[in-house]
């Protein structure tokens, strides 16, 4: 994953036996760029990171949230509850910060749930913290895009 003055990894192991995803995502950068304290962390629905002028990373779509009810639209009813939607991430002074998580929400095996759909999906870092609120303004579900990386598996 990468942005403008930043670098990471996102690594995400299927546990069976849990029935959720385990997923560690890291990062380090410029923290004049990427500032100390917490950002939004989200899975996206496209699998696509181009960064663009206008609006970086717009390639990736909303966040995640297939199915007859799921709604990829931050600033709405469902928001916190996309199934893209991964805690805050932690950001210290030097630019640097890990989050760990298990996640029943997603799977990375063949479902309508998977993170390997037909088109992919991608992690997004934003600029700011994701406060999971519904129906808040785009700012408090984390803001612009600040890092962005598509989602491949890897054996």
């Known amino acids: ?8 990894t996102l690594k995400a192991v299927q546990n069976s036996e849990l029935q959720s995803v385990w997923v560690a995502v ?10 100390p304290g917490l950002h939004g962390v989200h899975i996206h629905e496209k699998g696509a990171c181009e960064a663009g ?16 009810f799921g709604s990829s639209t931050p600033v709405e009813k ?9 805690p805050n991430i932690k950001i210290n002074p030097l630019g640097q910060g ?3 998580a298990f996640i029943s929400s997603v799977t990375l ?6 993170l390997f759909d037909g088109d992919g999906s991608a992690v997004i870092i934003h600029k700011l913290q994701d406060q999971k609120k519904s129906g808040g303004t785009a700012d408090e579900a ?5 890092a962005c990386g598509a989602i491949a598996k890897v054996r």
């Open 142 to 146: 984390g803001g612009g895009r600040l």
């Open 78 to 86: 469902n928001h916190p509850y996309h199934l893209g939607d991964l």
């Open 109 to 114: 095996a063949d479902s309508p749930i998977s």
């Open 98 to 100: 890990r989050l760990e």
């Open 26 to 35: 890291e990062l380090k950068g410029d923290p004049k760029i990427l500032t």
């Open 1 to 8: 994953m990468s942005g403008p003055g930043i670098t990471g």
């Open 53 to 68: 002028t206008e609006k970086p990373f717009s390639s990736a779509g909303g966040h995640f949230d297939p199915g007859p």
